[in-house]
């Protein structure tokens, strides 16, 4: 099919002029920032809840089999012991679940299909009397075949992980279709620019890839605390999405949303770990059992069986013409789900995305496949889709280049896309500068210049849907004290969303900012925000945010011009006062109190697709390698955070700058070890390695681009995960032009070096 | 068997099982909630508090050994004096994100200054080499440390 570019919005003329803002586009400190210092912000392990039961969970030793005994008696009559509870004690209602697919028991029935699956929960007066609790049940398998690569799970004939078709979840989008297979879901793209074929000189890369599976590593894992009986669920959990929570466990637990409750401590990091229900299912279920409220912490443990970034494999076949104009493109994926669902589809859609690049190709084809596995479950983590992908592409790119004798750069320049073209059929076309975010960072990186031996550089560039829907809403009201609070569902995972929401607010009214609170989520008072992900928060809720603030500045002005008689058209608010020239009024002494407007970011829906804006992932990166040891030194990072706006320019850094790190993690050692039994071989940080100081790049450079070209308030669009795409394949293309040609991540020494030696 | 230990500056005495972690001991007896649970295994630094004055992973450390030596935790630290200054250097760095790492952090820091053990970045970097933090990159934390001991960074 030929694709129309969409007719709206215009993309063509973005507004650089800066506006006179006195808030917006400042670094103040952040205000939740005392509280995490002195270490009295709570976070979910930190609730106090006197008379909670502590829960521990029995879960699967094995990958796949079958339960054939499963016997609680023992663990009943441990002192301290209130229930024990299997699949058998949760009846009266369909206790699967599943936001995209309705495919996951709470407690494991007749089956197990990944090892860490729960398969029993234990409530106790103590942690210690449940973990004995959790000892004295007696379990037996009769293990089944596993299925543990995607390779063999697609394979003619392979047995099958799921015997019955996949059924849409509560927040399935309509007209998804599921295939009766492993590979139960298809992300596909046909599209034609030009007819044709690839003329028989052309030049072809073609070739095999594999990305490894990682663990998100939020430094706090999972906790819940639920209360529930018939009538209702009350939540505190640790989670990005307490909406969609909220609408998961009413589904579950047949309750109106209403009746059920979630609310939100600060989270000690999130990283899509936490997107969407993780434990709460499980926790409900044992508290209505226990008939009290329960409390059930992660360990680093049970999180890497919990959820974790998908594995990957695809082929992937890039052709260009002798006059280096690239033609086609393309790509085979599988995304390595596990054995539920999760966020797999979502995370295939948009790898697939990924699988194209920003080119003008004539042709693409793309067909990614989410399969299932009998790994544990995979999800959302930063940058998905990106990250598994735009290092494959760019790869064969340079590899073009190299086949061509032409500059990476340049051949990149030449067939980028421009603002206003059509990325994706169906979706909003570009509306970035892609090739002026490439040579900013080419220009810092000393493009161009000699390299020693086993040196070298990388570019990489790419594009990902951001912002995934427009339902975020917010309400901003007027404090008897004059001060505002701005109620908002986003979720403060550290990334400063409350920061920047005050900022938005303050700008808006003129407001100090130290008069402006927003307070932690509860879905009983905050408006409906439908997530804290696809790098939202600050262009979609805070655009609610703004629309909420205009409203109310309405509002005082209209109820100011009444009070003290004066022309609305006249007043201003500034620094907490309203103003009408050299006169002013304290916001506080405003007669009517309950002032509040209301916003949303409605007007960002409507025929953009998954993609209210495109998130830029364009970094550049110089590596040196060592042939006798095959360790990598990352010399010089280089990333872009093409922001349109930075709301707070601090805020972006840290976000770049904590992104490159887990980048940096992912590309060169982090890696999720499974066994061919489907065990996981290093399940905690003595065996899974994350990034520490040492791992550091030498130095580390962002660039922060403000062409006010956003949708969301003062031009702003989403940030804080194109580096995770954007970094690992400027990585990847480095080490490749210091002369190691990278076919799997992460480029861990022992690779490195049989790669080296290999060639 | 009833322990008696002294946190912050005030005495405990309370019954604690021989097995029991420091780290269980401060968060669930004595509701000092500040030093976090993570890693579990000594590698993270969250749950760092000083015994003794010197710092240890509290997840890996029995309550029993902290008989000898006072015990210190991010909430005593924040109420000396001082800290203030070092709160300011750590926000004008916009230093940490999620903040769940930040009390190990600060509190890896307190004996270092004290001993006045940071001379250069390096030292810095080294020092720190056994608190994660998964948000920030570092660079920021780095700075802050460094500004926070009078080191040029």
Redesign the interface.
């Known amino acids: 099919m030929t694709a129309p570019d969409l007719a709206a919005p215009d993309l063509t003329a973005p507004d650089l002029t800066a506006p006179d803002l006195e808030v917006v586009g400042r670094?103040p400190?952040?205000p939740?920032?005392?509280?995490?210092?002195?270490?009295?912000?709570?976070?979910g392990?930190?609730l106090?809840v006197p008379g909670a039961l502590q829960v521990k969970l029995l879960r699967s030793p094995v990958a796949h089999a079958r339960i054939t005994a499963l016997d609680t008696a023992a663990a009943r009559a441990v002192p301290g012991v209130a229930a024990v509870v299997t699949s058998a004690d949760l009846t009266g209602f369909d206790a699967t679940w599943g936001h995209y697919v309705r495919d996951r028991p709470i407690l494991a029935r007749d089956v197990v299909r990944f090892a860490g699956e729960i398969v029993a929960a234990v409530a106790a007066e103590t942690e210690a009397a449940a973990a004995a609790g959790v000892r004295a049940i007696e379990a037996a398998y009769e293990p089944l075949p596993a299925l543990v690569d995607v390779r063999d799970a697609v394979a003619p004939g392979a047995a099958r992980v799921h015997e019955t078709p996949a059924r849409p979840g509560f927040s399935c989008p309509p007209g998804a279709v599921f295939d009766d297979d492993n590979a139960f879901f298809h992300y596909r793209i046909d599209l034609e620019r030009a007819p044709g074929a690839d003329p028989p000189d052309a030049v072809v890369i073609e070739k095999e890839y594999a990305f490894p599976a990682v663990y998100q590593?939020?430094?706090?894992?999972h906790a819940v605390v639920a209360s529930a009986d018939a009538e209702s669920i009350d939540v505190w959990s640790s989670c990005q999405h307490p909406f969609l929570v909220r609408e998961e466990l009413a589904e579950v637990f047949g309750l109106p949303p209403e009746r059920v409750r979630i609310r939100v401590p600060?989270?000690?990091?999130g990283?899509g770990s936490k997107s969407y229900a993780k434990m709460e299912p499980v926790a409900v279920a044992v508290a209505r059992v226990a008939g009290r409220p329960v409390r059930l912490v992660n360990?680093?443990?049970d999180a890497m069986v919990t959820t974790r970034r998908h594995g990957m494999r695809c082929r992937m076949r890039t052709v260009a013409d002798r006059d280096g104009r690239l033609l086609s493109r393309s790509a085979d994926v599988w995304m390595d789900t596990g054995a539920y669902a999760d966020n797999g589809p979502t995370v295939t859609m948009v790898a697939g995305m990924a699988a194209t690049g920003p080119y003008r190709w004539d042709r693409v084809r793309v067909d990614a496949a989410c399969v299932y596995t009998h790994l544990p479950p995979a999800g959302s983590y930063r940058g998905f889709g990106a990250a598994h992908l735009q290092w494959v592409g760019e790869s064969q790119v340079d590899e073009v280049a190299a086949a061509l004798g032409v500059d990476r750069l340049e051949l990149r320049r030449r067939n980028l896309l421009r603002r206003g073209e059509t990325v994706i059929p169906g979706c909003r076309p570009l509306d970035a500068d892609l090739a002026a975010d490439l040579d900013a960072v080419a220009d810092r990186l000393g493009w161009g210049a000699d390299l020693p031996a086993w040196r070298g550089r990388g570019v990489s560039v790419g594009v990902s849907p951001g912002g995934v829907s427009a339902r975020s809403r917010a309400r901003v009201e007027l404090r008897p004290d004059g001060g505002a609070t701005v109620l908002v569902g986003s979720q403060e995972?550290?990334?400063?969303a409350r920061t920047v929401h005050a900022q938005i607010a303050a700008e808006v009214l003129g407001l100090p900012l130290d008069r402006v609170d927003v307070p932690a989520t509860d879905t009983s008072t905050t408006p409906y925000d439908r997530s804290t992900g696809a790098s939202r928060s600050t262009t979609v809720a805070g655009l609610a945010v703004q629309r909420a603030a205009e409203k109310l500045r309405e509002r005082i002005v209209a109820a100011a011009a009444t009070q003290w008689d004066v022309p609305a058209s006249e007043l201003a608010l500034r620094a907490g006062r309203v103003v009408r020239g050299d006169r002013s009024w304290d916001l506080a002494d405003l007669d009517p109190g309950g002032l509040a407007g209301e916003g949303s970011a409605e007007e960002l829906g409507g025929g953009a697709g998954p993609a209210l804006f495109w998130e830029v992932c364009v970094a550049g990166a110089e590596v040196a390698v060592d042939p006798d040891t095959g360790r990598i030194e990352i010399r010089d990072a280089v990333t872009v955070a093409d922001v349109g706006r930075a709301v707070n320019p601090?805020?972006v850094e840290?976000q770049?700058?904590?992104?490159?790190?887990?980048a940096v993690g992912n590309a060169l050692f982090e890696e999720m070890r499974f066994g061919a039994d489907g065990v996981l071989r290093n399940p905690?940080?003595?065996d899974y390695r994350?990034p520490?100081?040492?791992d550091?790049p030498q130095s580390?450079t962002c660039v922060i681009v403000e062409n006010g070209d956003g949708p969301g308030p003062f031009g702003a669009k989403g940030c804080g995960e194109g580096v995770f795409g954007g970094l690992t394949a400027a990585l990847v293309t480095a080490v490749a032009d210091a002369g190691v040609s990278v076919p799997e991540l992460p480029m861990s020494p022992d690779r490195v070096w049989r790669w080296i030696h290999a060639s | 068997m009833d322990v008696r230990l002294k946190v912050n500056g005030t005495e405990h005495e309370l019954p604690i099982d021989d097995n029991a972690l420091l780290l269980d001991v401060l968060r669930d007896r004595l509701r000092l909630t500040g030093a976090k649970r993570s890693c579990d295994v000594q590698v993270c630094g969250a749950c760092t508090v000083l015994v003794g004055g010197e710092p240890v992973s509290s997840c890996c450390f029995l309550a029993h050994d902290a008989r000898d030596g006072e015990v210190e935790t991010i909430e005593g630290f924040a109420a000396e004096e001082g800290f203030a200054a070092l709160a300011e250097a750590f926000a004008r760095h916009n230093a940490f994100q999620c903040g769940y790492c930040a009390p190990g952090f600060l509190m890896t820091l307190k004996p270092l200054l004290a001993r006045g053990a940071l001379r250069s970045r390096a030292d810095v970097e080294r020092e720190f080499a056994g608190n994660l933090c998964r948000c920030t990159g570092y660079r920021a934390i780095v700075d802050a440390v460094c500004e926070a001991a009078g080191v040029a960074s």
């Open positions: 670094s400190t952040r939740d920032l005392a509280a995490k210092l002195t270490g009295a912000a709570e976070y392990a930190d106090h590593y939020a430094m706090e894992p600060f989270l000690g990091g990283f360990s680093v443990e995972l550290g990334q400063g601090a805020l840290r770049d700058e904590g992104c490159a790190l887990q905690g940080l003595l994350v520490a100081i040492a550091m580390m």
